[in-house]
């Protein structure tokens, strides 16, 4: 099992405080398994075969990703966003719960805001099929 740690910028640490996120908090597992977020009380788990893909993106604004995990009315997905610089997007092949405490929502993909994008994506792409 590999630890990635989320990379927080100063603008987002007291936005993330007031929601139980630090760097203590927060962090992506992944195995030859599963794919697991701890977001401070938030949380997301897929087997890796539910897994379709990885990209890196960036350039949020502060006002859409600071705080707690946000989710998109475009597409609801999940943003998991320790800085607005830089981040891999997970898609999913079935869409899996992250923010609704019921686990009713359920997201299409994630998006992880890591200490290194480059090195999560290469290992999560050696995970996957072909």
Not at 45 to 60: D, E, H, I
Not at 64 to 93: I, W
Request: hydrophobic share 40%; proline share 8%.
């Amino acid at each position: 099992m590999t630890r990635h740690r989320f990379a927080f910028t100063a603008a987002y640490r007291a936005p993330a405080l007031l929601f139980g996120i630090t760097p203590r908090t927060t962090w992506v597992d992944l195995d030859d398994e599963q794919l697991a977020v701890r977001y401070g009380p938030w949380s997301l788990r897929t087997p890796l075969s539910n897994v379709t893909g990885v990209k890196r993106t960036g350039g949020f604004g502060w006002l859409k990703t600071a705080g707690p995990p946000h989710l998109s009315f475009g597409d609801r997905g999940v943003s998991f966003t320790t800085n607005g610089e830089d981040a891999a997007c997970v898609s999913f092949r079935w869409p899996v719960a992250g923010i609704d405490p019921t686990r009713i929502l359920k997201h299409p993909g994630a998006t992880l805001t890591l200490e290194d994008v480059p090195g999560f994506i290469a290992e999560l792409e050696g995970h996957l099929p072909g």
